[in-house]
């Protein structure tokens, strides 16, 4: 991962004290898993992560970096709810105010606008069925080159984990399949029977529709199933890009129909 002591997030990612202890109690029943305290993502991922909480490449996501425009403020007496926006969607963000300071001039409530970028960080749960961030920290976005950075750097964080989860899995099947071959065996492995960018081959024909667009909308959904049709059902289709948009292959557009590969950027 980058050095992340840059005009975003002031070397936020790698202070494991700042939000003092958020293990909970069963975190060291899942020690075995391969986690990240934080990363940034897009709002996308978000919505379409899974009632376990955001994950990259299998890798579970603890707290999450947003960066974001808010669209709307609801202030109540203890809490303040936010409408973020970005490129890849909307979703809520709730921040809890400490009663004790809000009683003191209202100093726990963030100096931020309607329109204003802000840099947000969380962690995802689901409440009656939709996505909400329940935010620890909010910032405001003062250099407009912060919003490119944050975007680069959900890229390449994403690539980071792709590759620490491609070696994971090359180790594991090498050891899996040695054991299980005789010593003289000659048997060889093919790429189309194993996966590529951690894709097997029908995602991969998903991916390759995308990436292949050169429109700035990305292609549509109709475009895409009519030239799949006759190689998978229109269930199958959904699933696999419902599964990319979760795992930040892909986003939407202009709307829900039309989808970009995320190293399209």
């Known amino acids: 991962m980058w050095n992340d002591q840059s005009a975003v997030g002031g070397g936020f990612f790698n202070s494991p004290n700042q939000f003092g202890n958020v293990n909970t109690p069963n975190q060291a029943q899942k020690s075995a898993r391969r986690s990240s305290r934080t990363a940034p993502i897009v709002i996308r991922q978000a919505l379409h992560s899974g009632d376990d ?13 947003i960066v974001a425009r808010v669209r709307n403020i609801r202030m ?3 809490k303040i709810t936010y409408t973020l926006q970005d490129i890849t969607g909307r979703m809520r963000a709730v921040l809890w105010l ?10 726990s409530a963030p100096k931020v606008q309607v329109d204003d970028y802000i ?21 405001p976005v003062t250099d407009v080159n912060a919003i490119t950075f944050h975007y680069l750097h959900c890229i390449q964080n994403r690539l980071k984990m792709e590759s620490d989860s491609k070696k994971e899995k ?32 029908r995602q991969m024909m998903v991916f390759n529709l995308i990436r292949a667009s050169t429109m700035e909308q990305g292609i549509s959904k109709e475009d895409m199933y009519s030239s799949l049709k006759d190689r998978m059902s229109q269930v199958e289709f959904e699933n696999i890009l419902e ?15 039309h989808y970009r590969a995320t190293d399209a950027f």
């Open 170 to 201: 090359v180790e594991t099947n090498n050891s899996t399949f040695a054991s299980g071959l005789p010593a003289n065996s000659m048997v060889g492995v093919t790429e189309s029977s194993g996966s590529v960018n951690g894709l097997n081959p």
């Open 53 to 65: 909480g955001v994950k990259i490449w299998g890798t579970e996501i603890q707290i999450v970096c």
């Open 98 to 107: 400490d009663q004790d300071a809000a009683d003191e001039e209202d100093k």
């Open 243 to 257: 599964w990319m948009c979760g795992e930040g292959h892909i986003y939407s557009t202009i709307d829900e129909e």
């Open 76 to 78: 109540q007496s203890t």
């Open 119 to 139: 840099q947000v960080y969380g962690t995802v749960k689901t409440n009656k069925g939709r996505k909400v961030l329940m935010t620890f920290k909010i910032m």
